[in-house]
């Protein structure tokens, strides 16, 4: 199993940053990739950014520019650098860790997620 706990929400003004962080502990080495995900009220949740084990990067298109997705392998943590946050941007933000196994296969884990909200 894999354990995530995200953080780094908080309220910020519009143009402003902030970091979020997703710690992952347990079985690290079945992890494919980690992505952050977010969900605003009434609305699906959406991918916002991935890396692989790899280091491949993936961005929605729009946060390209804006957001960077880094992570410290010797600490196991993914880093979510947001700058330039717009109000449209508000909602929990989850981490998300891509899992494979040849036991259970493939299996997504969740952080508990991270408010964030973004004044105008």
């Known amino acids: 199993q894999v354990q995530l706990v995200d953080s780094g929400g908080g309220l910020v003004q519009a143009g402003g940053s902030l970091r979020l962080s997703c710690a992952a502990s347990?079985?690290?080495?079945?992890?494919?990739?980690i992505g952050w995900y977010r969900q605003a009220p009434g609305k699906q949740r959406e991918l916002v950014a991935a890396?692989?084990?790899?280091?491949?990067?993936n961005y929605a298109d729009s946060v390209k520019g804006r957001f960077t997705i880094s992570r410290d392998n010797a600490k196991n943590t993914v880093y979510l650098q947001m700058n330039s946050l717009k109000p449209e941007e508000t909602a929990v933000y989850y981490c998300n860790a891509d899992t494979y196994t040849v036991v259970a296969g493939q299996y997504d884990y969740w952080g508990k997620g991270t408010q964030v909200t973004v004044s105008s």
């Open positions: 890396i692989g084990s790899g280091g491949s990067t």
């Open positions: 347990g079985s690290t080495f079945s992890i494919n990739a």
